[in-house]
């Protein structure tokens, strides 16, 4: 992806680029999801509250290095119709409940609240975000990711008729759980990046991302309901197709892509940011005369 030039950023008295300053990053309209653009028209007048979300990078080792699975959402959704997204969604209630917490083995309340920075009493709890990150794993591609069957892998039409209770409201992810005979592995998901959405867009989420190994051959069965498309990528691939304009996405997934290219392995990769520590980014967004330039702090 294009970076604007330090031309374009704020300068000192001296004419030089001004240490700190954020970069601005320019997109053009070509390369956004359809209707991006247009959302712009209409900035409320009073920002959105944003949504506690969590999104998960599925990684699994490929002939080339990771790779990561991209899904496209359906042109009928209301959020970024048509982009190259991560499996992700809103954090619901029982993603914090003691029911799923207690399933966790290697992350603990007071370990999760640790690493995302949140109060031991917030609401949602920082546990929850990482088990809406796996739950939506098993909804939006059927892959299990983090998730450890004592009794040995479940069989697939086990996991399908798990994944189809999740998807109709019929069950909790602890529920599924249970009936699977499994466990959550804190070690198998890392905290990788924590974005939120701009003030001008109409739907705006607070959104905790994860990576989240999964083994390698591993297929994603998409939720045609929603999405359109999965692939499998390198970091590097995804970026160049989205240059070449035939992987349309919004910028936390190009920006993560490009914090995600030089790692030769899943483990170099968990072991790198489970030992950074993580910042909160909201880009601040604009129109130009040829799609949207976005600076990020």
């Known amino acids: 992806m294009p970076r604007a030039t330090d031309g374009d950023g704020p300068r000192g008295d001296d004419g030089s680029p001004r240490r700190g300053a954020p970069a601005p990053y320019d997109i053009p309209e070509e390369r956004l999801p359809p209707g991006f653009i247009e959302t712009l028209d209409n900035v409320p007048a ?76 917030a609401d949602p709890p920082a546990i929850a975000y990482y088990g809406a990150a796996l739950r939506e794993a ?31 409201g019929g069950a909790s992810f602890a529920a599924v759980l249970r009936k699977l005979g499994a466990r959550l592995d804190g070690g198998a998901v ?23 190994r999964v083994p390698a051959g591993s297929k994603a069965v998409y939720d045609r309901r929603e999405m359109t498309d999965a692939v499998w990528l390198t970091p590097g691939a995804a970026l160049d197709r989205h240059r070449s304009g035939r992987l349309p996405m919004i910028f936390p997934t190009i920006r993560t892509l490009e914090d995600l290219c030089d790692f030769g392995s899943v483990d170099e990769l968990l072991g ?26």
Do not use: C
């Open 190 to 212: 890392e905290y990788i990046a924590h974005w939120v959405t701009p003030e001008v867009e109409p739907r705006r989420y607070d959104t905790r991302f994860f990576a989240a």
């Open 272 to 297: 790198h940011y489970r030992a950074r520590a993580i910042k909160r980014v909201q880009p601040t967004i604009v129109r130009t005369a040829t799609g949207v330039r976005l600076r990020v702090p």
């Open 138 to 168: 098993v909804e939006e591609t059927g892959l299990l990711a983090g998730v450890v069957a004592v009794h040995g892998p479940p069989r697939g039409e086990v996991v399908r008729e798990a994944r189809e209770a999740l998807l109709g």
């Open 46 to 121: 009073t920002p959105a509250v944003p949504h506690p979300s969590a999104t998960v990078v599925l990684m699994r080792e490929g002939g080339e290095g990771p790779e990561v699975l991209l899904l496209r959402r359906n042109r009928a959704t209301g959020f970024v119709p048509g982009a190259y997204v991560f499996p992700g969604g809103r954090v619901d209630a029982a993603d914090g409940e003691d029911a799923l917490a207690e399933r966790w083995d290697g992350l603990t309340r007071g370990a999760a609240a640790g690493r995302l920075g949140i109060a031991p009493d």
